[in-house]
């Protein structure tokens, strides 16, 4: 399983959001060029979350994006479900009564099991925890 790029990028800007805010909005550009995505691409994704109550938009001179609520409160599950990406591991689970066999198949159990335990993991970490992480690492490297 593989998670998309949407998904990626937009948890990867979150924390470089939550580094570099100290409070004040941080202009897309700098995330940009520090993280090395695409403005455009960016752009997209803070619309979605923007959308999603986890950023707030700032605009005028010195605007940017803000987090919306404490980097503590904010769940990476709740990041990649504001830029529509699904946490299931397979197509048919996306449907909303499930698999569409005329009988569940065999192996739906392991399916739905496996999606919950990866939205588990993903809520039990906080954009702060990765911000820390992220943290001791340019620490280790200066």
């Known amino acids: 399983m593989r998670m998309s790029t949407k998904a990626q990028y937009a948890v990867r800007a979150m924390v470089n959001l939550d580094?570099?805010?100290?409070?004040?909005?941080?202009?897309?550009?700098?995330?940009?060029r520090r993280e090395d995505i695409s403005q455009a691409y960016l752009e997209q994704l803070f619309v979605k979350m923007?959308?999603?109550?986890?950023v707030q938009s700032v605009r005028g001179?010195?605007?940017?994006?803000?987090?919306?609520?404490?980097?503590?409160?904010i769940?990476?599950?709740?990041?990649?479900?504001?830029v529509e990406e699904s946490l299931?591991?397979?197509?048919c689970m996306e449907q909303k009564n499930g698999c569409q066999?005329?009988?569940?198949?065999v192996t739906h159990n392991v399916w739905q099991g496996l999606g919950e335990r990866i939205r588990q993991f993903l809520a039990?970490?906080?954009?702060?925890?990765l911000t820390a992480e992220a943290r001791v690492k340019l620490q280790s490297n200066s």
């Open 19 to 32: 580094l570099h805010s100290a409070g004040l909005p941080v202009a897309l550009k700098d995330i940009s």
């Open 50 to 54: 923007r959308r999603g109550k986890i």
């Open 61 to 73: 001179p010195g605007g940017g994006y803000l987090l919306a609520r404490p980097a503590e409160e």
């Open 75 to 82: 769940r990476i599950d709740e990041i990649i479900d504001s």
């Open 88 to 91: 299931v591991p397979v197509s």
């Open 101 to 105: 066999c005329d009988e569940q198949c």
């Open 124 to 129: 039990s970490i906080t954009l702060a925890d």
